[in-house]
């Protein structure tokens, strides 16, 4: 059988920031090697059911691919708008950050470049060790063709899992009118904007306060509702001491830490990136809620505040018990339309690498990661997994976020050629 050497789960911008470190930075040593990146989508997309009107991205086009490590590369956004003709123009915006939509382009152009080493409409399902006498040489990647259905298996000696996050629902409910943001502008056209609607958002977050603006301006007869567990919208702390959370300088400090003090650094700074939303949206939708609020009409949006949704049942329309976090007491709502931007889980012991879990080192839950991004295995485990942008425990509070994937892409991608020839490749100290 045909044996990769490295095959890459998921192409959005972690892996992408991969195949460029590779292709850049350690060109020699990848010569002839056999790199796959599998992609579950049919084509590029970037979080396209969030590509709402005006979004724009939360971070400078200089956190883009490889600029930070190298400003030169061929792949960055800069050179992205030099290639379209639209640098000039771009810097007469004299504005750091780009739009979503403008950004998504920009990882389609990069994705392009790399045809000859992705693979879309690949669906990895499982992987599973290859073991001989008593040791796991290789790994078998099971993969769904998306367009077919046709099952195949890939043989390789790495792997690196970057696939995102998986959405969180707090409340699990199956309705055709409950949904998560991650769906949601492939859902929210199946409603008429004329008809009078009741919709409920339940989130604090950036994508609860896009989703906010969304419906109140393109569903002027409905009524929108926002569940917050607090007063309403908090500011993302995005000030420049602040903002040097994300930097790669503070990877190595974060990873340096024992636990207890990685967890306490979390916390500290949790406000520079979750339930936090742009202070330019807040303030834009407290002016529309007061605007709107002149004259008799019933307000027609606004936020039930300090209060969590603990269940939801349905019988006409969609019933919503909800607790105040002041006090307890339980109220209900009414609504024909739930929204949850309750943000995403990630973990690394995903369900893909549940057949690989008896190797793994430290627990089921919390699987022990290397400071350059392998999961610690037994003796008997050749192969190297890395995992992208699920290591927010060990790694810190960018792993998430593009800030980081520049460096980090460096960072595996010299582990990857250093080791990837050593077998066994699991002795790398670990906290
Ligand atoms: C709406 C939205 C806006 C955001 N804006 C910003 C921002 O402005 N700045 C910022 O820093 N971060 C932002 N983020 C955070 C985001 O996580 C990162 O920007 C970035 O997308 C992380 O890249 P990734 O490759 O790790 O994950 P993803 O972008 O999620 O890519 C993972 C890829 O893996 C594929 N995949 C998943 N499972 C499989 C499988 N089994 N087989 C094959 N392929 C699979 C998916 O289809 C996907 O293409 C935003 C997130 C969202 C949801």
């Not at 789960?9 to 056999?34: C, H, V, W, Y």
């Not at 080791?419 to 670990?430: D, I, L």
Request: aromatic letters at 10%; proline letters at 4%; a neutral charge.
């Amino acid at each position: 059988m045909d044996v990769q050497d490295l095959v890459g789960i998921g192409f959005g911008p972690s892996n992408m920031g991969l195949a460029i470190a590779l292709k850049e930075d350690f060109a020699s040593q990848t010569a002839g090697r056999k790199l796959i990146f599998l992609e579950g989508k049919t084509t590029h997309s970037w979080h396209h059911p969030m590509m709402l009107p005006n979004a724009k991205m939360q971070i400078s086009f200089m956190k883009d691919l490889c600029f930070l490590r190298n400003p030169a590369s061929a792949y960055t956004f800069v050179n992205y708008l030099h290639q379209q003709q639209r640098l000039a123009r771009f810097a007469n915006l004299r504005d750091f950050n780009p739009s979503r939509k403008e950004f998504d382009d920009y990882l389609r152009w990069v994705a392009c470049q790399f045809s000859d080493i992705t693979r879309y409409a690949s669906r990895v399902e499982a992987v599973l060790p290859v073991e001989h006498r008593g040791q796991v040489t290789h790994l078998d990647v099971r993969v769904r063709n998306t367009l077919t259905q046709d099952m195949s298996t890939l043989r390789t000696r790495n792997l690196v899992l970057a696939i995102g996050g998986q959405p969180v629902m707090p409340v699990k409910y199956e309705h055709p009118h409950v949904f998560h943001s991650s769906s949601f502008l492939q859902r929210i056209t199946q409603y008429d904007n004329s008809r009078p609607q009741r919709f409920m958002v339940v989130g604090a977050g950036q994508s609860a306060a896009e989703i906010y603006q969304y419906l109140i301006d393109r569903f002027p007869s409905a009524e929108v509702r926002v569940v917050c567990s607090g007063i309403g919208f908090k500011q993302a702390d995005d000030s420049a001491y602040i903002n040097e959370i994300f930097d790669h300088a503070m990877v190595d400090r974060f990873f340096n830490l024992n636990e207890r003090e990685r967890s306490a650094l979390l916390s500290r700074h949790h406000d520079s990136n979750y339930a936090v939303a742009d202070l330019a949206l807040i303030e834009q939708l407290y002016r529309e809620e007061y605007e709107a609020s002149i004259g008799d009409n019933r307000q027609r949006f606004g936020m039930l505040k300090f209060s969590r949704l603990i269940s939801l049942s349905h019988d006409q329309g969609i019933h919503a018990q909800l607790r105040s976090t002041l006090d307890g007491h339980e109220y209900s709502y009414e609504a024909d339309v739930v929204v949850f931007a309750t943000g995403y889980h990630r973990r690394q012991n995903h369900t893909l690498l549940k057949a690989v879990s008896p190797w793994l080192a430290g627990s089921e839950d919390q699987p022990r990661l290397t400071r350059s991004y392998t999961l610690a295995t037994h003796e008997s485990f050749a192969p190297r997994i890395y995992i992208q942008g699920m290591s927010e425990a060990t790694h810190g509070l960018s792993d998430t976020l593009l800030s980081v994937i520049s460096r980090r892409s460096h960072d595996i991608a010299r582990d990857f050629v250093e080791q990837s020839t050593m077998q066994p490749v699991h002795q790398e100290p670990v906290l």
